[in-house]
């Protein structure tokens, strides 16, 4: 395990230094990551994707033709509260924590319509895509060990000691909380997708200005995500809307020294279907979208949120892409309907606010730390009854 954790951090890191960048005038490439916890306690990416286009085809004059390939691949950790024996989320009982080898990979077909009013970029693109992951979930590797959760230590059970402490036995729990660790805990899904996204938003790593929208659908019916013993039907729906104004930038020809920056995000997101597996529970976690809250918390069918920055950038740290940057943030969202994979209905108002403390990279990565106030009667289950929550971040969320 440890050449495999190993093999796969060494590639990740490669990945995290790609910037977008193009090859030549008809191939670009660009890169994501994400993180384990447990392992340098999330400072470093354990999973990245890399994504190259295509451009050489060019169906309509002035607008960009893109056909895109995506691969992923990574170790990472999922970890809920929701208890198997009832259906019901429990800020305070002992949760499940598992770790998950996964392998990812898309093709997109992308289109280009009329001409922005900001850079010399498409007003509107039109997306539709196929993306596919393979995925095994194993014991967490602090199994045995202790970790947080809400507010003190508790012990690390094996997937098998969490079930069978709840009680969750025979199709129980699998076919609908955790539809994708049924038997042997293997999944190989696919996903079909279509894209709008509007973007009139000129951005540059000191100033953003103008706005964009963007409409998305993902469609995983059954048929295509019962190959293994892990199974998947869902559908979803997500409407975003991203308004942003520099309010004063001092700037000399050769560099921009200071910034500060309003910007202001809605998203609205419905989320349902028979089997929603655990992967597709983070983003459509009412915790995931308001910033402070634990991933894959408060996972109902609909969530509405409003995200709002004021960002301060300074200069540049010697090295052309490299800023520091003070992000202070205020989240609230609403959240309804029935629970993931429950015909139990809910409903939540969560809100936070808070300082993200980051240098900026290339404006795709930003490391640093994130500190969070949150108000309400919504906690953050890994933290107990607290109301400040800090953890490190990779990226702003918008």
């Known amino acids: 395990m440890r050449k495999i954790i190993s093999v796969i951090l060494m590639s990740v890191l490669a990945l995290a230094g790609l910037a ?4 030549n005038d008809s191939w670009t490439i660009n890169g994501t990551i994400d993180q384990h916890p447990e392992i340098l306690i999330g400072f470093i990416p354990t999973y990245g ?23 992923g691949s990574g170790y990472i950790e999922r970890r809920f509260w929701i208890d198997p024996s009832d259906g019901i989320e429990k800020r305070d009982m002992n949760p ?17 319509f009329l001409d922005s009013p900001v850079g010399d970029k498409d007003l509107i693109t039109l997306s539709v895509g196929y993306e596919g992951r393979y995925e095994a979930a194993r014991d967490s590797m602090v199994a045995d060990s202790t970790k947080q959760a809400w507010g003190a230590e508790v012990g690390v059970e094996t997937i098998d ?24 805990r293997q999944y ?19 100033t953003n200005d103008g706005f964009t929208v963007e409409f998305n659908i993902d ?38 020294w200071f910034s500060i920056v309003l910007i202001d995000r809605v998203r609205m997101n419905w989320l349902s279907g028979n089997l929603v597996p655990t992967y597709v529970q983070k983003l459509g976690s009412l915790g995931r979208q ?19 920055d004021i960002r301060f950038t300074g200069p540049d740290m010697g090295v052309d892409g490299l800023a520091l940057r003070i992000n202070l943030f205020f989240d609230m969202g609403y959240g ?25 990279i290339f404006d795709i990565i930003d490391l640093g730390y994130q500190a969070a106030y949150l108000i309400g009667d919504g906690r953050n289950f890994a933290k107990g009854d607290t109301r400040y929550s800090g953890s490190f971040t990779f990226f702003l969320d918008f």
Request: proline content about 2%.
């Open 20 to 23: 977008a960048f193009d090859i």
């Open 49 to 71: 994707e890399i994504t190259a286009g295509y451009t050489g085809l060019q169906l309509m004059e002035d607008n960009r033709t893109e056909i895109q390939l995506t691969v």
């Open 96 to 112: 499940l924590s598992f770790d998950v080898i996964q392998t990812t990979w898309a093709l997109r077909f992308n289109q280009g």
């Open 161 to 184: 000691e969490f079930f069978s402490a709840h009680n969750a036995s025979g199709d129980n729990f699998p076919s609908r909380l955790y539809p994708d660790l049924r038997g042997n």
């Open 188 to 206: 190989l899904g696919t996903n079909l997708n279509f894209n709008f996204f509007l973007d009139a938003m000129e951005d540059t790593l000191s």
């Open 219 to 256: 469609w995983s019916p059954y048929a295509l995500n019962a190959a293994l013993d892990g199974k998947a039907d869902f559908y979803q729906f997500t409407l975003e809307g991203v308004g942003a104004k520099t309010l004063y930038q001092y700037a000399t020809e050769k560099m921009s």
């Open 290 to 308: 308001v910033r402070g809250y634990s991933n894959y918390t408060y996972g109902m069918e609909f969530y509405v949120v409003n995200n709002f």
């Open 336 to 360: 309804c309907g029935n629970y993931f994979n429950t015909t139990r209905p809910g409903s939540q108002f969560l809100a936070s606010t808070g300082a993200q403390f980051t240098v900026s």
